[in-house]
């Protein structure tokens, strides 16, 4: 007798506990038992095995009374289906006709086709062993400059440098070889087709895909757009960089032809793509001219997602207006960035009594509209070294601008409000790093934000550990017990604040406010009650089981399956069976089984070996994973754009932003890239150059 898997066994338990035999199962044990009993049994057509069939379909195997596909085993698909580890017993030419047409199938054939391939770039490459040397370190040459930001005209000085060295590879070749810009460009292209010839197939093996892009402009004022794209590799989600092209126009017309330009030379069809991200911009989310709405025309399934970081930037910016003392506020810190920001001596002189009073030598941090919570990192810093820059301010006191930011700072209510602002801003900046991670699922987001609502609720009520710290020096320095309607100046490491109870009040007011402000905006921006397919995905977490009753269980999730059902009613093989089957045999396993896995965890248990007992949710876990909440990657990508792009080499077009931003991003360590591989793609350019020369 065979051994069951863990996941066998684990689908048996539950299966016993939560779901009764039915009428059919039941049919067929009663005649089963009849039959043996039974002198002269019903006769029953029986299908079997008909030995003409290895000759009509060459896969095929017949092992032990089972069929077997030999190019599905020889592959190994991720997904495997019966005819490769279990055998069929469904004999029958429609079973065979459909393995022949099915994905796994497909997918096993170019597996074996690329590995035959592959042996061939061996063969050719041992051939060409020893004489290319010099060609190959020419090529890592260039590989390793465009991962480190190097221009071209540097290849030619770096290559003499390893000459120097004594390098045999690199003494192969003359001196400039293969140095020219022109040369350049074409090496780094051999280089790029490696990297994407390898995202590319990422992309043709999972079954859904998600899109995430972005406009930017560059030093050169290039408008240009930034395409990621998510999917599924071995049950785990995956982010990658595709392409960063210029674009005529900013239009949702001129956004879209792009895209479908760079979908198709990827590879990608319209009908994978299941979600689309990027910012709020009426461009792309637009609901009737957008980019993501004429993109629903050819796929109805699409879900467009506003960006989940950029929502919370809005939050945290829009929280202070109306409350005029945070918006004094922020104009006060800017002013003091710019004061010492843009005098060395000032910033001398700060640095000095920084040593004096053993702080920490920090600069204070500017405002950046474009930088998410930016205002978090001005308040930490200028809470750290408060004392320091009051005892400046006051040195210049003969300065009307540094008297007038001395005045202001040197209240306890901005003192009282710095520390509490560093514990919200603190926990809003705990957020935005999540909501920025790449890995980042529709159902982390409803529970962190909540967390966070309770955690800011709460510093409202008690105050957080900067503020209890700043108000509990400010009572001990006053030398309570003291009236409290008394007027003083407190010492504050070394530097005078003004105390007043007027002052306490302000702060109490400007708190309630604030927070009042906060939880209104987070919860326009995200609803917490909302009911959506992108919040249905909620209930494939096991997270939401967890700390239900038995009583609860019953219910749990049906009505989200049912809309996730609906809406994906043309890509699920059964919608039906989906919401009345799977569901409520998977949560009883779920409970069973699973209660600590993670939605990811989860979902690459399903999508490896849960998969044909779950047809309907394997797929709808696929495209969770590929679901694109956050564009913070295009926002690295922009970031490592202008690395590339830098004002010393602004004349870089668009096709050499493009390969080098490849490289960078999606290449691997120089120790471990494939270069024979790039030169033998180099090699067939070559040919091909010399051709048409």
Request: hydrophobic content about 35%.
């Amino acid at each position: 007798m065979t051994e069951l898997s863990s996941s066998e066994k684990s689908l048996d338990s539950a299966a016993s506990t939560s779901t009764p035999m039915n009428t059919d199962d039941a049919a067929t044990a009663s005649k089963s038992s009849t039959c043996s009993s039974s002198a002269k049994p019903a006769k029953k057509k029986i299908n079997t095995f008909q030995k003409n069939w290895l000759k009509m379909w060459t896969w095929l195997s017949y092992e032990d009374g089972q069929m077997f596909c030999t190019t599905c085993r020889e592959a190994k698909p991720k997904d495997a289906g019966p005819f490769v580890e279990k055998g069929s017993r469904d004999f029958k030419t429609s079973a065979l006709q459909r393995h022949t047409k099915c994905k796994q199938h497909v997918r096993s054939l170019k597996t074996l086709q690329g590995r035959k391939a592959s042996a061939l770039e061996k063969h050719a490459l041992k051939a060409m062993q020893g004489k290319e040397a010099g060609t190959i370190s020419a090529i890592k040459t260039t590989y390793f400059m465009a991962k480190r930001h190097l221009a071209n005209h540097l290849h030619g000085d770096m290559m003499d440098f390893l000459r120097f060295q004594n390098s045999p590879d690199a003494g192969q070749l003359p001196e400039g070889a293969y140095s020219h810009h022109s040369s350049q460009d074409d090496i780094r292209a051999s280089i790029c087709h490696v990297i994407e010839e390898g995202i590319k197939e990422k992309l043709l093996e999972s079954d859904f895909v998600g899109v995430i892009i972005d406009e930017s402009t560059d030093i050169s004022v290039s408008k240009t757009l930034i395409v990621y794209m998510t999917l599924v590799n071995c049950g785990k989600r995956e982010t990658h960089f595709v392409k960063n092209v210029e674009i005529e126009g900013g239009t949702a017309d001129a956004v879209t032809a792009r895209l479908k330009e760079v979908c198709q030379d990827m590879g990608v069809e319209s009908t994978k793509i299941m979600g689309f991200g990027s910012d709020g911009a009426s461009v792309m989310m637009g609901k009737r001219g957008g980019v993501v709405a004429k993109l629903k025309e050819e796929n109805p399934d699409l879900i467009g997602i506003h960006c989940v970081a950029h929502r919370l930037a809005l939050v945290s910016s829009q929280a202070s207006r109306g409350v005029k003392f945070l918006e004094n506020y922020e104009k006060k810190v800017a002013a003091l960035f710019a004061y010492f920001h843009n005098s060395p001596a000032r910033m001398a002189n700060l640095k000095e009594i920084q040593t004096l009073l053993s702080e920490d030598r920090l600069r204070i941090a500017g405002l950046h509209s474009v930088r998410w919570l930016s205002m978090r990192n001005a308040v930490t810093s200028l809470h750290r070294i408060y004392s320091s820059i009051l005892l400046a301010l006051e040195h210049d006191s003969d300065n009307p601008t540094a008297k007038g930011l001395h005045t202001f700072f040197a209240k306890s209510s901005s003192l009282i409000l710095t520390g509490y602002l560093r514990d919200v801003l603190g926990s809003i900046a705990i957020l935005s790093k999540v909501f920025q991670q790449d890995n980042l699922t529709v159902t982390t987001v409803k529970p962190m934000v909540q967390s966070t609502r309770e955690r800011i609720e709460a510093m409202e009520k008690s105050p957080g550990e900067f503020e209890k710290a700043t108000r509990d020096f400010i009572h001990r320095a006053r030398g309570e017990p003291a009236e409290p309607t008394d007027d003083c100046t407190v010492d504050y490491h070394g530097a005078s604040v003004r105390f007043s109870p007027e002052m306490i009040t302000v702060v109490d007011n400007v708190k309630t406010a604030f927070t009042g402000n906060l939880m209104e905006n987070l919860e326009n921006r995200f609803p917490p009650d909302e009911l959506s397919v992108t919040s249905s995905f909620g209930v494939l977490d096991p997270a939401g089981i967890r700390h239900l009753t038995k009583a609860q269980v019953e219910g749990y999730g049906m009505s989200e399956v049912k809309l996730l059902a609906e809406h994906y009613s043309n890509t699920l093989p059964d919608a039906e069976a989906c919401v009345n089957e799977e569901f409520p045999l998977f949560r009883q396993v779920v409970i069973h089984n699973y209660l600590d896995f993670s939605l990811a965890r989860m979902a690459e248990k399903v999508v490896t070996d849960l998969c044909a007992e779950f047809p309907n949710l394997t797929i709808l876990y696929k495209i969770v994973l590929v679901l694109p909440v956050s564009s913070a990657a295009c926002e690295r990508g922009f970031s490592m754009q202008n690395l590339i792009k830098t004002s010393h080499r602004n004349r870089l077009s668009t096709e050499s932003v493009n390969s080098l931003t490849l490289i960078s991003s999606e290449g691997p360590h120089y120790r471990q890239f494939p270069y024979e591989k790039a030169l033998l793609r180099w090699n067939r350019d070559r040919e091909r150059r010399n051709v048409s020369h």
